[in-house]
């Protein structure tokens, strides 16, 4: 097209055709951020839900652990009582081993829980 067939109305219709294409675009380029952002929270969001809940299985296997051990140290205590008697080197094996794995159990959840990359 020439410049003599365009009248000054056309140019004007042109230029409004291509302002809100230019701003449908950007609508759309921000809506796309929008969801993007909305989507990396939703994520988070479910990685705290598992990390909470795993954290919290963790604590109940610790303290049933610890509660166990504790009713073996005070059956070991009453052995002149009762059937339950262990040798002391197998109770400072299950001592140790215990609180070794209650330790790690709580390594590995408290790494998982604040040292992901």
């Given at each position: 097209m020439t410049e003599s067939s365009l009248s000054p109305d056309k140019v004007h219709k042109h230029k409004e055709q291509l302002f809100s294409s230019d701003t449908l675009i950007q609508q759309k380029a921000v809506t796309s951020e929008e969801k993007a952002a909305e989507q990396k929270l939703r994520i988070r969001e479910d990685e705290h839900h598992i990390r909470t809940t795993t954290n919290n299985l963790l604590a109940w296997i610790s303290v049933w652990w610890l509660f166990l051990t504790e009713i073996i140290v005070i059956l070991q205590?009453?052995?002149?009582?009762?059937?339950?008697s262990l040798s002391d080197s197998v109770m400072i094996a299950f001592l140790t081993t215990s609180l070794g794995t209650v330790l790690g159990l709580w390594g590995i959840g408290l790494g998982y829980y604040f040292f992901k990359k």
């Open positions: 205590g009453f052995s002149d009582y009762y059937w339950f």
